[in-house]
C-alpha cells in the first residue's frame, strides 16, 4: 500500500469521496476506505484510453476556435 496525494479538481476530488462513500454505504464498515478509493481508481485508470480521445477532442476543438478568432490575414 501506498500513500499519495493528487492534485486534482475540486470537482473531480468530490465525485471521488462520493463515489467512496457510496461504497462505502453498500459494502459497511467492513471494508476499508482504502480499497473502496483503490477500486475507484483501478476502474478510472482502466479508463484511459477513451479520456485520452476525449481529452485530444476537447484540447482539437479548443485550438480550432482559437485559430477561428484569429484576425485573417489578408496580402
Same mark, same amino acid.
Do not use: C, N, W
Given at each position: =500500500? #501506498?500513500?499519495? $496525494?493528487?492534485?486534482?479538481? $475540486?470537482?473531480?476530488?468530490?465525485?471521488? %469521496?462520493?463515489?467512496?462513500?457510496?461504497? =462505502?454505504?453498500?459494502?459497511?464498515?467492513?471494508? /476499508?476506505?482504502?480499497? !473502496?478509493? $483503490?477500486?475507484?481508481?483501478?476502474?478510472? +485508470?482502466?479508463? !484511459?484510453?477513451?479520456?485520452?480521445? %476525449?481529452?485530444?477532442? #476537447? #484540447?482539437? &476543438?479548443?485550438? &480550432? +476556435? #482559437?485559430? &477561428? +478568432?484569429? /484576425?485573417?490575414?489578408?496580402?
Amino acid at each position: =500500500m #501506498r500513500r499519495t $496525494s493528487l492534485y486534482v479538481a $475540486s470537482d473531480a476530488a468530490e465525485a471521488l %469521496e462520493k463515489a467512496a462513500d457510496r461504497i =462505502m454505504a453498500v459494502l459497511g464498515d467492513g471494508t /476499508p476506505r482504502h480499497v !473502496a478509493l $483503490s477500486a475507484l481508481l483501478l476502474a478510472g +485508470a482502466s479508463q !484511459a484510453d477513451a479520456v485520452t480521445q %476525449e481529452l485530444a477532442r #476537447r #484540447r482539437a &476543438a479548443e485550438l &480550432a +476556435a #482559437r485559430l &477561428a +478568432a484569429l /484576425p485573417s490575414i489578408s496580402e
